[in-house]
């Protein structure tokens, strides 16, 4: 009897197994069919999820506008290990920005092809490539400034994925980082006084700084105290001369390519010529209803400066620029026009 028991405790032991290894490798065969059809065989596939995704991030970007302040943070976690691809033309009236993406995917974990390219009229100032990762969370970081000059122009969206550490910066960036870290999203930038306490794994950025240049990846020099002008060089890129800032693009020149960053500011320099032009004719407008402003000949200069910049004598154009724009502000103010146009 015992032998009895034992003769079928034991053949159905293997068919157990039996069943179970077939459920393995059927499970195994369904996975791969799914893979390949969403890859090969639904139209698309992968490239079609990259291009979404790459939609989905431009999207993302419009809530980021600034209205009454002056800076905000933001971020956004991906689900996959993802590399972004930024790129900037001046096709059309004011020039785009164009994303991509590539996901890790399948069982080998390999990089996927690039997705379509999708466009944003946006402000976008990143490197030509930066990618997420499990050691940074997946995680997508922004930080938006706007840009007055006098009246809002645009808004700064400096785009980046990796930990900075600032190293002595102005009190005016120190105190905005500051504000942006003490809300929800922050910005994964440290502030130190000393680039030796810095994370081994940031980007450091040295402002004004007497450190051994090969100590930081990135040199900011201001030209006064408050830092509305200067220069940001990027050390390791061959011929890189420093990229010209003034105003809000302090950011966007840390952040960005110089490839990225010449031609925003080329579409940005477009743009307030042709907002310059709306607010002439609404300074003509007001003056007929019987309230003189008084700035038409300004902003006729303002017009007259942001024509055409040669991105090559941005140094000496752009200070003209934002000094005329200063005028403008100044006598806009309530205290000296009665009817203020912006």
């Given amino acids: 009897m015992m032998k009895k028991i034992s003769f079928k405790n034991k053949r159905a032991l293997e068919m157990s197994f039996?069943?179970?290894?077939?459920?393995?490798?059927g499970a195994i065969i369904i996975i791969s069919a799914i893979y390949i059809a969403g890859k090969f065989i639904i139209p698309g596939g992968q490239y079609r999820v990259n291009t979404e995704t790459a939609k989905q991030i431009t999207n993302a970007l419009e809530p980021l506008q600034t209205s009454v302040e002056e800076i905000k943070s933001d971020s956004l976690t991906l689900v996959s290990d993802t590399k972004l691809y930024t790129s900037c033309n001046l096709n059309d009236e004011f020039g785009e920005n164009r994303l991509e993406i590539s996901e890790r995917s399948g069982f080998n974990k390999k990089w996927t092809e690039r997705g379509g390219d999708i466009s944003s009229k946006n402000y976008i100032?990143?490197?030509?490539?930066?990618?997420?990762?499990?050691?940074?969370?997946?995680v997508v970081y922004f930080i938006v400034k706007k840009l007055d000059m006098p009246f809002k122009t645009a808004d700064i969206i400096s785009m980046y994925t990796e930990?900075?550490?600032?190293?002595?910066?102005?009190?005016?960036?120190e105190d905005e980082i500051n504000a942006l870290n003490f809300k929800d999203n922050k910005t994964n930038?440290?502030?130190?006084?000393?680039?030796?306490?810095?994370?081994?794994q940031s980007v450091k950025v040295c402002f004004n700084s007497n450190q051994v240049q090969t100590s930081c990846e990135i040199i900011v020099s201001c030209n006064n105290f408050e830092c509305n002008n200067g220069y940001v060089k990027k050390l390791g890129n061959e011929n890189n001369e420093g990229l010209y800032f003034t105003s809000s693009l302090v950011y966007g020149a840390i952040f960005s390519s110089k490839e990225n960053y010449e031609c925003n500011v080329q579409r940005i320099i477009k743009r307030l010529n042709e907002l310059s032009k709306v607010y002439l004719d609404k300074a003509a407008f007001v003056s007929g209803k019987?309230?003189?402003t008084g700035l038409n000949a300004d902003i006729a200069t303002l017009i007259q400066l942001t024509n055409k910049l040669d991105i090559k004598?941005?140094?000496?154009?752009?200070?003209?620029?934002?000094?005329?724009?200063?005028v403008i502000e100044d006598k806009n103010k309530p205290e000296n026009l009665i009817c203020q146009l912006f």
């Fill in 125 to 138: 100032f990143a490197e030509n490539e930066i990618e997420t990762s499990e050691n940074n969370g997946k």
């Fill in 313 to 326: 004598k941005i140094e000496s154009q752009l200070p003209l620029i934002e000094l005329q724009a200063r």
């Fill in 290 to 292: 019987g309230c003189n």
């Fill in 18 to 25: 039996a069943w179970i290894f077939a459920i393995i490798v």
């Fill in 163 to 173: 930990k900075y550490c600032f190293v002595s910066p102005p009190e005016i960036i």
């Fill in 189 to 200: 930038i440290e502030l130190k006084n000393s680039l030796s306490i810095c994370d081994e």
